[in-house]
DNA sequence: TTGAAAGCGTTACCAG
DNA sequence: CTGGTAACGCTTTCAA
């Protein structure tokens, strides 16, 4: 029932706890030697009593625990799962475990979940958050006082004085932008399922923007905000094929929601691309396989985890050094669910 | 940069350390007493130096970290998530963190991710194993020192003695595969993408079974072995799609996979169900949203994830209850990826 | 009602 | 080369 302790494995092999300390943690090559009959006894009888080390001791008395603390929004998602993988590799070269926090996009939680990483004292702490609005303060409490903290995403805005990495959603949109509106669509409508208001706002200025450039009155018109799992997705897009004239074009916050979006679509009998184009945000690793390929914009996730742990670790090398703001390039992936707006008498539809 | 501890509380409040932690503790109210002031005085304190205790020395002095570990094969299928998921409502209710260990399909990260579990004292270990003739070993050496363990699905045959939970996942197959049949598919294909030999056995032996019923011959023909990715789903079916005759269905092993089948499908330019049937398991979020709708097996993965953990905290509660070994239900979605097979002239395409 | 002290399992410093 | 011993931060029993 009771695990058994290193006091234990030093009475099997009859010597001190000590001895049996330096053996296990392998001190004993450098400056403390051992006889080698004495190590392998005590080896031995670790392993006839099958110790381990108690983790809980070993981090009271080194203030150490080998483990990172990764807070994240929505485990329904799977933008967040890849991000998890990346960082979990990163983290696992480096011999570090993560310690996974989901916040259920609920602000109460997300304040929890950081009191909850302060009391097991990690030794680093990766930060994604819904609502960073609600949740600053206590963020802003949390860094400084404790080891490194990296902030991922929108959370960057939070405090600038701490590493942070993001992708460059704004250079995203901006592409995908110029490939629908080069498609001739002019009326593209947004499915903004965000948790939180000040998320996703790159995307959504980088939207209006470039509708503003190409003559479009009331740029906002066609948005449609929602929240974030695919039902919601597909009843937005249900709304926005109800509109008169519809959208030539349906652009969607993420391709989890656009998963939904196609869905709606394809329940109205339309087409796609020839009737409409649909396009997500992120290269899930469902994008290319749906029907038809999703166009997206890559913004390499799994890649967001490993730097983000990357940062992490250097900062726990060297707590001096500058500190560090990534931007990750985002690329436009065409696929075969957009394609030209289709010719119409309306105002905007010049034959092409 | 060092956190505050109970002491520093203790003497900014200018009282001794034991009745921080008293009050701290919310004992006050049971058998100890104590003055509101001095109460109000330590809250008041411990609130100014943002004092959080710390979960290492708690857990060495109660023998409990409030922490049930999760082993997972693979972070990149939906049906773990949902599972976690479910876990993690679940702990959460009863004031539970997870600790999440990904496995990544490597057998001896399992190993390692049993030791992790074990070296951190976990109160309880919920168990999902992709090769377990590998680890049985390890596992076994946890089960009866450690803690409540629970076997989630094929793990459960390691040792009868210890609780589980598992879909019936034959029962499933058995549906599917009657369905599948009454369609009068005769030439169904199999995509078996498993991460090690003893996985998904109830399914395959479901599927030779009601073959050999309908007097289909040689009923591993069409068994097309590939790994757990979607690419590789993809690849196998592509496989099977070479075979000539043609398989008129395929049945893939999860709905993941199934995702890479419906792209082999259509990129052959063939109808779904018109001219092939396509079906998974699971019953992924997904799996109703792609096109065509996915019929599948659903397992209520979240179901499987909040049974395992209820049932490791009744064990906590009662260590001597009798052994429990659930089987969820498993019921058929019939959904438009499958329909009649396609009248054909060969030896099975009798008219319908 | 509060305080002093022991002990949880480790590691690391110093003597032997 | 090996063995005492103090300390990590907390809970809890026993005295005051």
Redesign the pocket.
Known sequence: M??????DV?RLA?????????V??G?TGGS????E???QRIIQAAATLG????A???S????ENHTIGLLVPDTGNPYYWQLLQGAETEAHLCGYDILLVNTALDPIRECDAIRAVLRRRVDGLLIILAFHDRVAEEVRNVIGRHNPVVLIGDAATIDTSVDSVRSDHAGGSVQMMAHLLALRHRRIGFVFGVAGPPLGQERLTAYCEALWRSGVQDAEALVEHCGVTIEEGYRATQRLLDRSPRPTAILVINDLLALGALRAVDERGLRIPQDISVAGFDDIPMARYVNPPLTTVRVHADKVGRTAMRMCFDRMHDPDRPTQSVCLPAELVLRGSTGPAPATTDDYGAAR
């Open positions: 009771k695990s058994p302790t290193q006091t030093a009859g010597v001190s706890r000590a001895t049996v300390s330096y296990l943690s001190r403390i030697a051992t006889a009959d004495t190590r110790y381990e080390p108690n809980a001791a070993r009271l008395r080194l203030s």
